[in-house]
């Protein structure tokens, strides 16, 4: 199985913190944008008839800020031209203040079963402060709206002087919209967003202090029914994400439009970042790819550990001897006996201690040859 990825780089407006590729001055050109989306994904198709996909995930951008008629659009020409399974995971990420009643109905056609909503915080100030579009109570009505789906919300912390009491009225907030998985990102301020400069202002909360945010969110989610799965990810038991799943696990994927990422068939590759580069080449019956590589020997053994530790299930050791024919436990003898402190050990898998998650990067660089 094998997943799908759409970006939707169009936006009402950019946040401070956002370093993804969207941009809110071009949303005039999305009709050419899709046009050339779509001929990118015939073109793929064509050559990937023999993978079968389980999820679909439009992200972005804002990908409920478009006219919905580009999702339906994108959803028909995949159950033309892909191999998708009955059950499908096919989700949309929704900018709570985006979403209206005419919308969900062309959702439902072009067969959504999972919204994704950037909720962020329950705090109005905040989320001005930010640049967010919405407000608490547009969460909500969003979250009337889709009731019946399966529900995500984004919640983010270390923002500004955000304290246990913000981080747990912004849980309950996403929890009472009847959402049942959460990611909760640490913020991290990138050179060139506005953020940053606060960042260099000491305005933001100090790493230790996002630590000790993050530790308090793991245990109220889990009081809440809510575990977690990967490091910035959890969920009731039966409702993770199938498609950030089949990352974690180096599942094959295929990315349409700008920035999109793929990898298939052992070979990553990455879409160019101008809309304009990206329409110019299709139109010239091009791929549009910026960069490209194939992941083998020593580089796919370590990308293989480096996805499994950022999950609570770990390294499975028979998984590793299948994909690379030897053993995981002599391959990385040297990091596992650096990191052992750190590391669950068993029969079946290798895990980082779940007090030691947060801070796996760090363990990580143990494992890079």
Not at 59 to 73: N, Q, R, W
Not at 149 to 157: C, Q, Y
Not at 259 to 266: C, M, N
Request: charged fraction near 25%; glycine fraction near 8%.
């Amino acid at each position: 199985m094998a997943g799908i990825y759409i970006h939707v780089p169009f936006c009402a407006s950019k946040c401070s913190y956002c370093d993804f590729a969207s941009f809110p001055k071009e949303t005039g050109k999305a009709e050419a944008y899709f046009a050339c989306l779509y001929r990118e994904m015939r073109s793929r198709f064509a050559a990937l008839k023999d993978k079968t996909f389980d999820t679909v995930y439009f992200g972005g951008g804002t990908p409920s800020f478009v006219d919905a008629k580009y999702v339906l659009g994108a959803m028909r020409l995949i159950k033309e031209c892909a191999k998708l399974t009955e059950n499908a995971e096919i989700t949309l990420e929704v900018n709570p203040g985006t979403l209206d009643k005419g919308k969900l109905k062309i959702y439902r056609e072009a067969g959504i079963n999972r919204f994704s909503l950037g909720l962020q915080s329950a705090d109005d100030k905040t989320l001005k402060r930010i640049g967010r579009i919405h407000d608490a109570k547009d969460y909500l009505n969003a979250c009337a709206m889709l009731k019946g789906f399966n529900l995500s919300a984004d919640v983010m912390i270390g923002l500004y002087d955000q304290t246990t009491e913000d981080v747990k009225n912004s849980i309950d907030l996403a929890l009472s919209g009847g959402v049942k998985h959460i990611s909760l990102y640490a913020l991290k301020a990138e050179p060139g967003t506005p953020i940053y400069t606060d960042y260099l202002n000491g305005e933001l909360l100090s790493d230790d202090e996002v630590a000790d945010l993050y530790d308090y969110a793991v245990g109220y989610l889990k009081q809440k029914g809510l575990d977690r799965y990967e490091v910035s990810n959890f969920a009731v038991k039966g409702f993770e994400s199938k498609h950030n799943l089949n990352y974690w696990m180096r599942g094959e994927y295929i990315g349409f439009g700008v920035a999109a990422s793929s990898f298939i068939d052992g070979r990553r590759f990455t879409n160019v970042f101008s809309i304009d580069e990206y329409v110019h080449l299709l139109l010239n019956n091009k791929y549009p790819e910026a960069s490209g590589e194939v992941i083998e020997g020593e580089d796919a053994k370590f990308e293989f550990v480096m996805l499994a530790l950022r999950t609570t299930f770990g390294v499975d050791l028979d998984k590793y001897r299948s994909a690379f024919g030897s053993e995981f436990t002599s391959d990385f003898a040297d990091a596992i006996k650096s990191t052992e402190k750190y590391l669950d050990i068993s029969k079946e898998r290798v895990k980082i201690k779940d007090e030691y998650l947060y801070v796996q990067n760090e363990i990580l660089m143990y494992y890079l040859k």
